[in-house]
């Protein structure tokens, strides 16, 4: 995932932590094609919101007017009992990572 995404080594727990998650969420034959979701939870996940790993989102921040309503950023996971998405910025004048819901990915 990190090779595909040409990001550095430094990801490799982004990249641990988001491949986790998407196992988790899909079907093991070791289960008879259960996912390890639904053998915990009881019913299948939703997997409507999985994303390609390394792809750019842009984040809608809610800025002044004139400011730029879309900021450049890195998808590179999911947070833990958050929902949203976790982001890499490519814009230097802000927190380099943080989680927002209101992203839309160019995959």
Request: some cysteine.
């Amino acid at each position: 995932m990190i090779i595909r995404a040409r990001l550095s080594k430094s990801f490799w727990g982004e990249a641990i932590s988001a491949t986790t998650y998407v196992i988790s969420k899909s079907p093991s034959v070791a289960i008879r094609f259960k996912t390890p979701y639904e053998m915990w939870i009881g019913h299948k996940p939703n997997v409507d919101h999985i994303k390609v790993f390394g792809c750019i989102a842009y984040f809608h921040s809610k800025q002044g007017k004139l400011d730029p309503r879309a900021i450049r950023c890195l998808f590179i996971g999911y947070p833990n009992k958050v929902n949203g998405y976790k982001l890499w910025s490519l814009n230097p004048n802000m927190p380099k990572t943080f989680v927002s819901r209101d992203v839309t990915f160019d995959e």
